[in-house]
């Protein structure tokens, strides 16, 4: 079994639970580039490797097509994902990106793009280590060219092409499993409009509920009431950008976001707007909550926008979801008393923490909700425990596997201390 995966430096199960992790780090002897081959590795014949140019209008639309028509779909068929154009250029473009990490498999004679993998480079940390590492994310094969082995070809040349560029490890995750998670986490729905949720099948009407009881339950405030909450601006990049980096450090695996351009890309580029006259769609929703006295950002708090196809359904073609993404409150660093010992500090600080992430993600709610979203997504990772139940989210069928490409590590807390990811 795993054929591929048993050839390629990751954990091997079962091994990787049952024996101690002696010291975290690489699986494979450390290389360098001039160690790399400088050719792709062939394709099957008719087959030809062509990078993709994402910022280049109708290669971005040939990405778009391939994943709107052949990317992640649920167990049951009945959702397939729909990045937009836009989402891709935001999470293909991030600082320090290389285009050759690009990749696509076109069909040799007609031209036609029909498998794609791409890699961005970010730094990470693993508990205390920190490294570049590629986050590599929209693998993906024409539903006509399944099962004949054209994924290890793509993933051994986005590893060679991330090699070339002195990078040894990646970071990615997937509904499959695979040699070897270092956590998983669990999809969460909060509902936002009970009739089209209820009418798709992605909800269930409980026993006992009428839909306009169910409307009821899960209103949500019209406005968000926290003082000071707002939308993110340029001026505040500084400060959220040492806000998430401090709130970030407390969890054992967290991609660093060390420059403050890192932050701007991630939380601002992805605002909507109008350029010649064409509407940009908006990919990510950014807030602050600034103290009405001191004026210093107090907290912060995103989601993006990934819609998703009704495969087949008379009324509806477009679920309109939306993922929290990052967050971060300063309430963690300030709450608790001076005199109290370590335990009763930590235990006032994270009651203070969830008060307030509960009051952040309500407010999330009356934003996505104004903005027409039918429902917020969220995962068990984070401190997104602190808040998911009382907010009415519900548990999905769902899982996310997170997984390092040549980093041996110790399995990460039940996937509850992983970083959000797109
Ligand atoms: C997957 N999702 O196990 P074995 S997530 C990794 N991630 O190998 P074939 C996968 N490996 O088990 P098909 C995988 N899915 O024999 C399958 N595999 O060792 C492995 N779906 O290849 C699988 N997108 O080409 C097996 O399979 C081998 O034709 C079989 O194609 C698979 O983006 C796929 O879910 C997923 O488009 C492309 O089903 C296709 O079935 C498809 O015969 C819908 O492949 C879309 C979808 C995946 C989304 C994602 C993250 C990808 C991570 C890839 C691994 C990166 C490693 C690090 C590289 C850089 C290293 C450095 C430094
Ligand atoms: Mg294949």
Known sequence: EHKFWKTQPVPQFPTSS??????EGPIDPIKTPSDVKQEPGALPSGFVWSLIDIKNEVQCKEVY???????????????RFKYSKEFLLWALTAPGYYPDWHIGVRVQKTGKLIAFISGIDIEIRVRSKTFNAADINFLCVHKKL????????LIKEVTRRVNLQNVWQAIYTGGVVIPTPIGTCRYWHRNLNPPKLVDIGFSPLPRGYTIARLVKSYSVPPQPRIPGFREMTNDDVPQVGNLLRKYLARFDVAQTFGKDEEVAHWFLSGQGREVDGKRIEQVVWSY???DPTTHLITDFMSFYSLPSTIMKHPKHDMLNAAYMFYYASDVIFSAGGSSDDAATHDAKANKKLEERLNALC???????????????????????????????????DGY???????????????????????
């Open 400 to 422: 996310l596997n997170y997984y390092l490409y040549n980093w041996s590590c110790a399995p990460i807390d039940g996937g509850q201390r992983t970083t959000s990811q797109k």
């Open 362 to 396: 309500n407010d999330m709610l009356s934003i996505a909700k104004a903005a027409g979203f039918d429902v917020l997504n969220g995962l068990s990772c984070l401190d997104n425990n602190m808040f998911l139940q009382e907010q009415k989210f519900g548990p999905g």
């Open 65 to 79: 097509d391939l994943l709107s028509e052949n990317y992640v779909e649920d167990d049951e068929a009945m959702f």
């Open 288 to 290: 602050v909550v600034e």
């Open 146 to 153: 399944r099962s004949k082995r054209l994924t290890p070809v």
């Open 18 to 23: 049952s024996r101690a992790i002696l010291e």
